[in-house]
């Protein structure tokens, strides 16, 4: 069972780089579609992006000037830039594999809680 | 606003059902046979229980079922249990000018 885990800093001040690792075990980061969604909290599920097994990448458009993601395949790492944050970008941020048909998030890290202030 | 629209909250007794629709359009749910069901309990990562409208991934109670018809996706809980609170959250492919994976914006289950 593939395995995920975020990791980065849990506090970032306003105007800076929110930047998050995900580590991928028991499996390869080869082969499949690898994504980011957030949560703010007490709030719902936001698409962020994703970055296809050939690296290409596809975003939500709300969040697209600011936001960057990326593969090392020595690592077996993915990760996460969002840039020029503010407290509106408080949220768990969660790491999960995108599987192409069915379209769906099939596996997910526990989430890491990011919070904006200064 | 969510692209999906779901109910903020449903309630029902153990034993019981429930059904909660996720209403899209014509560029995501009523087009795409790519809808899926994620269950959220307080504290804890997605876990996805429904795929491609109908189909329940190894592991997941036969108990949880989805339909889709028209624009409108469902997915019903039968005989309900205390674990079954949680939040449920429906997704779809989409192919509108805005996101590709839209999420709907989250049902609160709780169970009586």
């Known amino acids: 069972q593939v395995q995920l885990q975020e990791s980065g800093p849990g506090l970032v001040k306003p105007s800076e780089t929110l930047s998050l690792t995900c580590t991928i075990s028991?499996?390869?980061?080869?082969?499949?579609?690898w994504g980011w969604v957030r949560q703010p909290p007490g709030k719902g599920l936001e698409f962020i992006g994703y970055?296809?097994?050939?690296?290409?990448?596809e975003y939500n458009p709300s969040l697209e000037s600011r936001v960057t993601i990326s593969r090392d395949t020595s690592k077996n790492q993915f990760s996460l830039q969002l840039t020029s944050v503010t407290a509106a970008d408080t949220a768990v941020y969660f790491c999960?594999?995108?599987?192409?048909?069915?379209?769906?998030?099939?596996?997910w890290g526990q989430g890491a809680l990011v919070r904006v202030a200064s | 606003q969510s692209a999906l629209t779901q109910p903020a909250s449903v309630s029902g007794s153990p034993g019981q059902s429930i059904t909660i629709s996720c209403t899209g359009t014509?560029?995501?749910?009523?087009?795409?046979?790519?809808v899926s069901w994620y269950q959220q309990h307080p504290g804890k990562a997605p876990k996805l229980i429904i795929s491609?409208?109908?189909k329940r991934p190894s592991g997941i109670s036969n108990r949880f079922s989805g339909f889709k018809s028209g624009n409108t996706a469902s997915l019903t809980i039968f005989g309900l249990q205390a674990e079954d609170e949680a939040d449920y959250y429906c997704?779809?492919?989409?192919?509108?000018?805005?996101?590709?994976?839209?999420f709907g914006g989250g049902t609160k289950l709780t169970v009586l």
């Open positions: 997704t779809s492919y989409a192919t509108s000018s805005s996101v590709r994976v839209v």
């Open positions: 491609e409208v109908t």
């Open positions: 028991n499996g390869s980061i080869s082969g499949y579609y």
């Open positions: 970055i296809s097994y050939g690296g290409s990448t």
């Open positions: 014509s560029y995501d749910v009523g087009n795409y046979k790519y």
């Open positions: 999960a594999r995108y599987a192409t048909d069915p379209e769906n998030f099939d596996h």
